[in-house]
């Protein structure tokens, strides 16, 4: 099969993608193109299709037994990141990412306690911690979009003088940015955690999903890790958000506090996602290489069309992930409201706000990742070539109506 054939970017029509109703394609009027929400327009990999297919016949649709999803990581991790120790013993399956993250919290950390966060970030992040009665502290990424340690340290430094508790929640891979966090910056936060006595929670929901040219470190493989515990799922790499299931993983000095975590937890999951998880970390990897290669593609055409239509847009381009971050500060759009949305999803203001109603595409407001967000605008690319360059087009035609 040829490699235009084999894109999984370019097998549904548009007309195809409408017929959907999951977030992406449901929050908007149909004339516009969305690029917001973290969901892929792509088929499912063939062999997860193939299993969903299967348990749809038997009515295998009972309670997750939640076997089989640590294996299928562990032997994922092990030939693609070189992680041949994960512990698969010190594991717990999860509903989801942000689930798991606050049921951690809660057995990490007392009401109260700080959640350093590197902004800008996933927006959720600032959600689902206070509503877990925790406070966030923000340690600004370097404006190359990097990890600032010095900055973090001086976080934790403050957070631990006032006589609260603190983690640091990492984003490894980082949204919105793309930034893949190298070893040596993994290195030196884990040894301010360790100095500082301070856990750090990795989100890696991402971690399948590097471009070439970067390699993804995944946080428990780093010097001095062993206080951390890691989070992952099939639901960014394959699409498969739909589909309840995550995992996490807990590092050597984490894992009492993994294990108690209540076992309710053991019932979230849904077995569909358990199982369409595990499949695609076995037998997803051929599907995965042509999905990133189409993003690869896609992340070069977003550069040239950012180049001929957004002269006054600036990026740079990300190492994994499938988000552009674009920096529209030059438009001079201001945000018209601060009506205390902030990190709402749908809050769409700015310049955002500016390509929802003059271009109809949909994007992410940067100003609900926190600091250093604001002016810009978060980009899902994706999506086919032809979404993609009618998207851009659209919103070059819109940001030339401003009079500069
Ligand atoms: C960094 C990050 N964490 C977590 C999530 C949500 O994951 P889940 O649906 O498993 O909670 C996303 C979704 O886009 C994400 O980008």
Redesign the pocket.
């Known amino acids: 099969m040829s490699k235009a054939r084999r894109n999984p970017l370019e097998q549904l029509s548009l007309e195809q993608l409408r017929r959907r109703t999951s977030q992406k394609w449901s929050a908007h009027s149909s004339d516009l193109l969305p690029l917001w929400v973290?969901e892929m327009d792509v088929p499912l990999a063939p062999p997860v299709a193939d299993a969903l297919r299967n348990a749809i016949d038997i009515g295998d649709t009972g309670y997750a037994a939640r076997r089989g999803y640590a294996e299928a990581v562990a032997c994922f991790a092990s030939t693609r990141w070189n992680w041949s120790d994960l512990p698969v013993a010190d594991t717990r399956v999860l509903p989801?990412?942000?689930?798991g993250i606050v049921e951690v919290l809660r057995v990490s950390t007392e009401p109260g306690d700080a959640v350093i966060v590197t902004t800008p970030v996933?927006a959720?992040f600032f959600s689902y911690v206070s509503h877990a009665d925790r406070i966030i502290v923000e340690a600004p990424l370097t404006s190359a979009g990097r990890l600032d340690i010095d900055s973090i340290g001086e976080a934790i430094a403050r957070v631990q003088s006032s006589g609260r508790r603190c983690v640091v929640l990492l984003?490894n891979p980082h949204?919105p940015t793309g930034t893949v966090h190298t070893r040596s910056e993994l290195e030196s936060l884990a040894r301010v955690a360790r100095d500082a006595g301070v856990r750090v929670l990795s989100?890696e929901?991402?971690g399948p999903l590097v471009l070439p040219g970067a390699t993804f470190i995944p946080y428990l493989t780093v010097d001095n890790s062993e206080n951390a515990i890691a989070f992952t799922?099939a639901?960014?790499g394959w699409n498969l958000?739909g589909l309840k299931a995550?995992i996490a993983i807990a590092g050597s000095d984490a894992t009492e506090d993994l294990r108690s975590v209540p076992a309710e937890i053991d019932y979230a999951p849904s077995h569909l996602g358990v199982m369409s998880h595990s499949v695609a970390f076995e037998q997803g990897t051929a599907w995965l290489d042509d999905l990133l290669a189409g993003l690869d593609a896609n992340r070069t055409l977003l550069g040239d069309l950012i180049r001929d239509h957004l002269p006054h847009v600036s990026w740079i381009p990300p190492e994994g992930t499938y988000l552009a971050w674009l920096d529209c500060r030059r438009m001079g759009v201001e945000r018209a409201t601060d009506n205390g949305t902030f990190a709402v999803a749908t809050d769409i203001d700015g310049p955002a706000k500016l390509f929802h109603d003059r271009a109809r595409v949909a994007l992410n407001s940067g100003h609900i990742f926190g600091l250093g967000g604001e002016g810009f605008v978060r980009l899902n690319f994706a999506t086919s070539r032809t979404v993609l360059t009618t998207a851009l087009t659209r919103m070059g035609a819109a940001a030339a109506t401003l009079a500069y």
Not at 96 to 99: G, L, N
């Open positions: 973290a989801d990412v942000m689930t996933y959720p984003c949204n989100d929901i991402h799922s639901s960014k958000a995550a």
